[in-house]
C-alpha cells in the first residue's frame, strides 16, 4: 500500500503522491509494477508540469515510494525490480506498444520516433500529439520531458 512520506496512506486519496497537495481533479499519475504489484501514484498537475519540464524524475518518484513503503534502497538501480508504464507526460495515455524485433535487440517504439544524438528517443503522443522524450534508466524507456 503506498504512503506518503510522512507516513499517510494514498490509497483512494485525493492528495498527489509527491507534494501532498489536494489533486484538484488531476488524473495524471506514474504507474509502475512489481512482481507482486501493481503502483499508481496520483500526481498534481504542478508536479506534472514538473515532470513535463524535466524538473521531477520519474527515478525520484520511485525512490520516494520506495522508501514510503519501507524498501529502502541504498545502493543499486530503483528500477531493478520494476517496470514502469510508458505514459504521454502531456495527457496521461499509453505511448504505444513497445515490441521487440529479436531476442537480445532493444525495443522499437512507434514508427514516428526518432532517436536525438544524446541517445534519447522522442515520440508524439498519437493522442494530443506533444512529443514525449523517452531516455534509457535501469534498462527501459521512460518518459523524462516534453519537448
Known sequence: MPNSPGGISLVEAAVCFHCQQALAGSTFQVSFHTATEDITLPLCVSCQSLRQEGQLPVELLV?????SSGQRQ???DPFRNLFVSLAC?????????????????????????RRLPDGSTVVPCPRCRRTNVLQSQGGQLVAVRLW
Open 63 to 67: 525512490q520516494q515510494w520506495l522508501y
Open 74 to 76: 541504498d545502493t543499486g
Open 89 to 113: 507526460l502531456g495527457c496521461g495515455s499509453p505511448l504505444g506498444a513497445l515490441s521487440t524485433v529479436a531476442a537480445g535487440v532493444a525495443p522499437l517504439v512507434l514508427a514516428e520516433s
